[in-house]
């Protein structure tokens, strides 16, 4: 009979090989460093555009021969450095005449070199300790924010007899501008009220008038009257709350006989939704107004359409079109009718997941730097 030979304990440096390994992980959420670096060079990109976009670079153009990068280093270092509080500025400023200062000399007559430097890298790890104190506060009402906004859209389309819909949105940041809806319009419950709606800007801004567009929709629908009355509701709060018409919303209004397959519109500048037929043909719902918030005389017209069964109606925001890839080349409305025209037959649900699947594929790892939502809506 063989005696059992005992299993040998792990070696110290393996603990220590694993440890590292499962710290590293833990700190790269297991990327690869090919994406780390793209990712690097992504945010590396979008920071540049933040500070370069308050640089005078007329100035910077007229700065002949090798003062010119030293001008433009400099410019951009002012606008950093203008980012941060008084106390925090000077805490920056200290640290880099530490890293720049050699050594100390201590008197007394006794000569001992201190290296600065040590402390200008402490002074630094202060001053990014309490700047993510700040992030990490930041996030966390931003995320507060983003349930609160989570709750204000539909998470699952209406039940309709005889057609399918499908809506998603995604925001650029924690929170954005855009919002989608459909529900029976309370004063005609035999209706169905379609929303789309892009407010400009994004993050915290659009995303608090995004809410009061909600709930103004919300209170006009439930009053008797046309899509047009309740473009011009909308349009008389949306341009009390727009900054003088700087933070206009476009939007997209529809409401459905699901009975007929007749669509009733009203496209107040938003980008004209694709409404492919199961003949093969695809039409444009174009404009009909001015955006709402540009003015509160804005004159609204509605338009009407039918869709017969197979007929697929293809509502989005310019954060689809718009989105950019690393090399900052758009995605474009071409590409976007491309893939419509390839999954004409498909579901609701499979299209719109073919689009932003197709997106995604297109951008790679490049930052969204906006808002992207679309809403699908097919006749079985």
């Given at each position: 009979?063989?005696?059992?030979?005992?299993?040998?304990?792990?070696?110290?440096?393996?603990?220590?090989?694993?440890?590292?390994?499962?710290?590293?992980?833990?700190?790269?959420?297991?990327?690869?460093?090919?994406?780390?670096?793209?990712?690097?060079?992504?945010?590396?990109?979008?920071?540049?555009?933040?500070?370069?976009?308050?640089?005078?670079?007329?100035?910077?153009?007229?700065?002949?021969?090798?003062?010119?990068?030293?001008?433009?280093?400099?410019?951009?270092?002012?606008?950093?450095?203008?980012?941060?509080?008084?106390?925090?500025?000077?805490?920056?400023?200290?640290?880099?005449?530490?890293?720049?200062?050699?050594?100390?000399?201590?008197?007394?007559?006794?000569?001992?070199?201190?290296?600065?430097?040590?402390?200008?890298?402490?002074?630094?790890?202060?001053?990014?300790?309490?700047?993510?104190?700040?992030?990490?506060?930041?996030?966390?009402?931003?995320?507060?924010?983003?349930?609160?906004?989570?709750?204000?859209?539909?998470?699952?389309?209406?039940?309709?007899?005889?057609?399918?819909?499908?809506?998603?949105?995604?925001?650029?940041?924690?929170?954005?501008?855009?919002?989608?809806?459909?529900?029976?319009?309370?004063?005609?419950?035999?209706?169905?009220?379609?929303?789309?709606?892009?407010?400009?800007?994004?993050?915290?801004?659009?995303?608090?008038?995004?809410?009061?567009?909600?709930?103004?929709?919300?209170?006009?629908?439930?009053?008797?009257?046309?899509?047009?009355?309740?473009?011009?509701?909308?349009?008389?709060?949306t341009s009390a709350h727009s900054l003088d018409g700087l933070r206009f919303t476009t939007a997209f209004l529809?409401?459905?006989?699901?009975?007929?397959?007749?669509?009733?519109?009203?496209?107040?500048?938003?980008?004209?939704?694709?409404?492919?037929?199961?003949?093969?043909?695809?039409?444009?719902?174009?404009?009909?107004?001015?955006?709402?918030?540009?003015?509160?005389?804005?004159?609204?017209?509605?338009?009407?359409?039918?869709?017969?069964?197979?007929?697929?109606?293809?509502?989005?925001?310019?954060?689809?079109?718009?989105?950019?890839?690393?090399?900052?080349?758009?995605?474009?409305?071409?590409?976007?009718?491309?893939?419509?025209?390839?999954?004409?037959?498909?579901?609701?649900?499979?299209?719109?997941?073919?689009?932003?699947?197709?997106?995604?594929?297109?951008?790679?790892?490049?930052?969204?730097?906006?808002?992207?939502?679309?809403?699908?809506?097919?006749?079985?």
């Open positions: 009979m063989a005696t059992p030979t005992a299993t040998p304990p792990p070696r110290r440096g393996h603990k220590f090989g694993e440890a590292v390994r499962g710290f590293w992980h833990g700190v790269t959420e297991g990327a690869e460093l090919t994406q780390l670096w793209r990712q690097f060079v992504s945010e590396a990109r979008s920071s540049y555009d933040l500070y370069s976009r308050e640089v005078d670079w007329e100035k910077v153009s007229a700065t002949r021969g090798w003062k010119r990068p030293f001008r433009a280093a400099w410019a951009l270092f002012q606008v950093l450095l203008m980012k941060l509080s008084p106390a925090r500025r000077v805490l920056l400023l200290l640290a880099l005449l530490l890293l720049a200062w050699p050594h100390v000399v201590v008197a007394n007559k006794v000569a001992v070199d201190i290296y600065p430097g040590l402390l200008g890298v402490l002074l630094l790890f202060v001053l990014l300790a309490l700047e993510l104190a700040d992030r990490v506060t930041m996030k966390r009402d931003l995320e507060i924010a983003r349930d609160i906004q989570t709750r204000l859209l539909p998470e699952q389309p209406p039940q309709v007899p005889g057609w399918q819909l499908a809506f998603r949105t995604r925001a650029a940041n924690t929170v954005g501008g855009d919002y989608y809806d459909a529900f029976p319009r309370p004063a005609e419950p035999r209706r169905l009220l379609v929303v789309v709606a892009d407010v400009a800007g994004k993050s915290v801004p659009a995303a608090l008038l995004m809410a009061t567009f909600q709930a103004s929709l919300e209170a006009l629908a439930a009053l008797p009257g046309t899509l047009v009355d309740l473009a011009v509701g909308l349009n008389r709060y529809a409401e459905l006989n699901p009975s007929t397959g007749a669509l009733e519109y009203v496209n107040a500048g938003h980008n004209a939704p694709f409404l492919l037929r199961v003949s093969g043909a695809c039409e444009r719902l174009e404009a009909t107004s001015l955006p709402l918030g540009i003015s509160t005389d804005t004159a609204f017209a509605g338009q009407s359409v039918g869709m017969d069964p197979g007929d697929a109606l293809v509502v989005f925001s310019d954060g689809a079109i718009e989105a950019v890839n690393e090399r900052g080349e758009e995605y474009g409305e071409q590409r976007f009718r491309d893939v419509l025209a390839r999954l004409r037959g498909a579901g609701a649900q499979n299209l719109l997941e073919a689009i932003f699947f197709d997106v995604d594929r297109y951008v790679g790892l490049a930052r969204q730097h906006d808002d992207i939502t679309c809403l699908v809506l097919r006749r079985d």
